[in-house]
């Protein structure tokens, strides 16, 4: 007699928009906010004439321009959602390993790679060749001084583990980001290798289920569990000795959980009370910070609650496909890497060139003025970077990407 076939568990609403290929455009939203938020963040605090530009700025925007550094927590956030979500049905091996680390060099490396040949050829022309201001040198001096092996380590995302600084505003996220896909990915198969030690495991297995979104599944536990403690670890340990950990992904990985756990619940390989356990203890930190640190301490962990909140509310309505979906949100969203890494050092010239053809900075009015010129060109520079460099590096790394 033939034993009956375990069956997943009805598909969620994100499932579903999975299987018929619809974009989650509320993530691609959240990129476009993000990198936008992080680009005026900059713009008006880091250039030559960003002082000046602030007697013109309104009070209350230059408020909003001030925090726009959190834009940095929410795509950690975000990379913990899209990792989950994009590998959850991966059967990890070794073999898999190197495949996921070619694709993610492939589609990573160059734009970034492109970015830092373009800061060093301004660094050529700007200091080297006029005596500016190099933007290697905003908004402090580079520390080590510029060298061969700075460019290499930066090259492999290990500069910030050196404890150097960056050639560009914003390249340290990426050496974060690394190390936070390595983690998930060998995470993924410990935990794979793990939960099928389980006799519900092995039944999955047998039938091809365990790596399929549908009931709680052994391997999601195990994830969630090893994943978990050591979030809660970053939460009350890691992130509160800034000396010895802010250099590594242990610093910043309750910012990458609840995105995680927020991707688990969605596709039904975990409880909800694994993204709702790790937000009463990321809730009950803020209370203990609100007496110990910071406001912006408080603040960047505030947004990564209110962002994974936000993904799991609208994942579980059947949001995620139609919410934040504006045509220039959405391409701000689709160019949101180029942006990321490009706007600081078109910035830098465009000010900076402003500021010494003028002799110094020009009125609070055309200062303003300037900054939302050198805003439009980081975002033209981030389009030509997107469909010359970035796109084409996609479309590579899916040729190599594993058949289901």
Not at 290 to 296: A, T
Request: glycine share 8%; hydrophobic share 50%.
């Amino acid at each position: 007699m033939s034993q009956p076939t375990e069956t997943p568990s009805p598909l969620t609403a994100t499932e579903r928009a999975s299987k018929s290929g619809e974009r989650l455009v509320y993530i691609d939203g959240l990129r476009g906010a993000a990198s936008l938020a992080v680009a005026c963040y900059h713009i008006t605090r880091y250039t030559p004439i960003a002082t000046a530009a602030r007697g013109f700025i309104p009070e209350f925007l230059q408020g909003i321009f001030d925090r726009g550094w959190v834009g940095v927590q929410v795509f950690f956030v975000i990379s913990g959602f899209v990792i989950a979500y994009s590998v959850r049905n991966a059967r990890v091996t070794p073999g898999y390993v190197a495949n996921y680390a070619l694709r993610r060099s492939l589609r990573l490396d160059p734009p970034y790679w492109t970015t830092i040949a373009f800061v060093l050829l301004l660094h050529a022309v700007l200091h080297l060749g006029l005596g500016w201001v190099s933007p290697l040198d905003e908004p402090e001096p580079l520390s080590p001084p510029l060298s061969w092996w700075l460019v290499l380590c930066h090259v492999l995302y290990i500069h910030k583990i050196n404890g150097y600084d960056s050639l560009s505003a914003g390249f340290w996220t990426l050496c974060i980001e690394v190390q936070f896909y390595l983690l998930y990915v060998t995470s993924l198969g410990f935990a794979q290798s793990v939960g099928g030690l389980f006799p519900q495991a092995k039944s999955r297995q047998a039938n091809g289920l365990d790596t399929q979104s549908g009931a709680w599944t052994p391997t999601g536990i195990c994830l969630a569990v090893a994943l978990g403690a050591f979030a809660v670890a970053s939460l009350w340990v890691f992130s509160v000795d800034r000396e010895h950990y802010e250099n590594w992904l242990s610093f910043f990985f309750y910012l990458f959980f609840p995105g995680c756990a927020a991707c688990w619940v969605l596709t039904r390989q975990v409880p909800a009370f694994v993204f709702w356990g790790y937000f009463a203890l990321a809730v009950g930190r803020l209370w203990w910070l609100g007496g110990l640190e910071s406001v912006g301490e408080m603040f960047e962990l505030k947004a990564a609650l209110v962002t994974a909140l936000s993904i799991l509310i609208l994942g579980q309505t059947g949001r995620l496909t139609t919410a934040l979906d504006w045509r220039w949100l959405q391409y701000l969203g689709r160019i949101s890497y180029s942006l990321y890494l490009i706007h600081f050092p078109v910035s830098h010239f465009i000010c900076t060139a402003v500021d010494r053809w003028n002799n110094g900075p020009p009125s609070p009015a055309i200062s303003a003025g300037v900054l939302l010129a050198s805003l439009l060109a980081s975002i033209g520079c981030a389009h030509l970077l997107h469909v010359y460099v970035e796109a084409p590096s996609v479309r590579l790394a899916n040729r190599f990407r594993p058949k289901p």
